[in-house]
């Protein structure tokens, strides 16, 4: 009884509960999204657009970049179709948070993919030129705040580093089978098929004794 309450109690400590899981991606949707907007602040003050800084020359320069297309200068023409589908992904992120508990893993993407979500959205709906264009025909279409520049690579920000990784995460989470609450796709599947040999196993070692036991009835009866 107390090895089964020691090993409950290590399970615990290995995965978050629902309440711990909601907490720890929230929690981290937020820090992904300060750090975000703190950078984007930091850059509109500090620099000019266009202006090129030296970082970590030749590998990580800052560069003040206007970006109205989406993650890394991607359609750039589409702006307000890319600020739907980020509501569209904020909201359904929110939605599957409701089964998290049981993963770190999952835990650490969907908040992380929240956090980037939200930062870039925040661009779209409270820069220029969203309030401050022509009315509702410009709202949503707010240009995003780039500066991360690396040779032969678009300008990006922390939130596109975010989206980014988390998505590398879910989609290696799902390929693997983890599932939200930290069950295994594979191992269910595993474990059925074991607990279907086993089963097969014991049938035909009670028909071999039924079998033996006949045989040897019968042989007595001959006798």
């Known amino acids: 009884m107390s090895k089964q309450l020691s090993d409950d109690h290590q399970r615990s400590m290995r995965t978050p509960s629902r309440r711990t899981a909601l907490i720890v991606a929230a929690a981290l949707a937020v820090f992904a ?4 907007q703190l950078t984007k602040v930091w850059v509109e003050t500090t620099m000019t657009l266009g202006e090129r ?7 990580l320069y800052w560069r003040y970049h206007l970006n109205p297309g989406a993650a890394f200068s991607m359609g750039t023409d589409y702006t307000w179709v890319f600020t739907l589908i980020m509501i569209a992904v904020l909201g359904y992120v929110v939605f599957k948070s409701r089964d998290l508990g049981g993963s770190w893993l999952w835990t650490l993407g969907l908040g992380g993919l929240a956090g980037g979500v939200a930062g870039n959205l925040t661009d779209r709906i409270f820069r220029d030129p969203s309030l ?4 509702i025909s410009t709202f949503g279409q707010g240009h995003v705040v780039d500066f991360i520049a690396v040779p032969n690579f678009a300008i990006f920000n922390i939130a596109d580093s975010f989206i980014v990784c988390s998505i590398i995460a879910i989609c290696t989470m799902m390929v693997f089978g983890l599932n939200l609450d930290g069950t295994r796709e594979q191992s269910g599947k595993m474990s059925d098929t074991a607990n279907t040999g086993t089963a097969n196993t014991d049938t035909r070692k009670s028909d071999h004794r039924k079998s033996d036991t006949a045989n040897i009835d019968a042989a007595e009866t001959d006798a």
């Open 33 to 36: 999204w300060a750090a975000d």
């Open 53 to 59: 800084t030296e970082v970590l020359p030749p590998v």
């Open 132 to 135: 401050n264009g022509e009315g």
